[in-house]
């Protein structure tokens, strides 16, 4: 029966596998996920969004956790809801949405391949283990504040790992809440905007480095407390 549900998962693994890879190439192709194509519809949505208010913000986080998970486009569609809802408003929903999509890809990754690959390797992993476990909170904070690492990736990464799942789950909620502001404050002002690249300027990304450094103190501070415990 194991074996059996090995295969199985296996399987699943491989349609699932396939499935995205389509999904992201055809969304790479595709003009209908492009800023420039959002441009072309934005008062449409608007109007949209300002015609059914209860809604719009619903459809707006079923697609964003759907393309989150098949792409990676959580910028665009964070500048999307801006444009449609304001800043705040868009930014609760882009945590609340970005925050399921995570976790739906942490625990499908987990469930796969993760739980798999922490057997085979589990003297190999011991040590990194433990380490995530006793500062795993500080690590996805400053991977989740710096958005060097595409948002996808970086949650399929995290379900190889033993960090706990609700770890997982505040450190991404709270993480990406400054990029999210700046890429919904950008949607919110689309006039001055014509392209999601340009938001992320040197001067932004040394305040996102900066704040990193800030969720880097403990951290250091643990280490030292750690090294003279040791000694």
């Avoid at 569609?77 to 942490?106: D, H, R």
């Avoid at 033993?162 to 006039?191: D, H, K, N």
Wanted: hydrophobic content about 55%; glycine content about 4%; some cysteine.
């Amino acid at each position: 029966m194991k074996a059996k549900m090995t295969h199985q998962k296996k399987i699943v693994l491989i349609a699932l596998l396939v499935c995205i890879s389509l999904a992201f190439y055809f969304t790479q192709q595709s003009s209908y996920v492009s800023f420039a194509y959002f441009n072309e519809i934005k008062d449409q949505l608007l109007a949209l969004a300002q015609r059914h208010p209860i809604l719009a913000p619903m459809v707006y986080g079923i697609v964003y956790i759907i393309m989150t998970l098949i792409s990676p486009s959580a910028a665009l569609f964070s500048m999307i809801g801006g444009f449609l809802f304001g800043t705040l408003k868009a930014t609760l929903f882009v945590v609340i949405a970005g925050t399921l999509s995570a976790s739906l890809a942490f625990l499908a990754t987990r469930y796969f391949i993760g739980n798999q690959i922490q057997q085979a390797y589990a003297h190999h992993l011991a040590r990194f283990n433990k380490e995530l476990v006793t500062y795993g909170m500080y690590y996805f904070i400053i991977i989740r504040i710096i958005p060097l690492l595409p948002f996808l990736l970086v949650n399929i990464l995290a379900g190889l790992t033993r960090v706990p799942f609700m770890t997982f789950i505040w450190t991404t909620a709270f993480g990406i809440i400054p990029a999210t502001l700046v890429y919904t404050f950008a949607g919110q002002e689309l006039s001055a905007v014509r392209s999601p690249k340009e938001i992320l300027t040197f001067k932004l990304f040394f305040a996102f480095c900066a704040l990193a450094l800030l969720a880097l103190i403990p951290l250091l501070i643990q280490k030292l407390i750690g090294r003279k415990k040791e000694s």
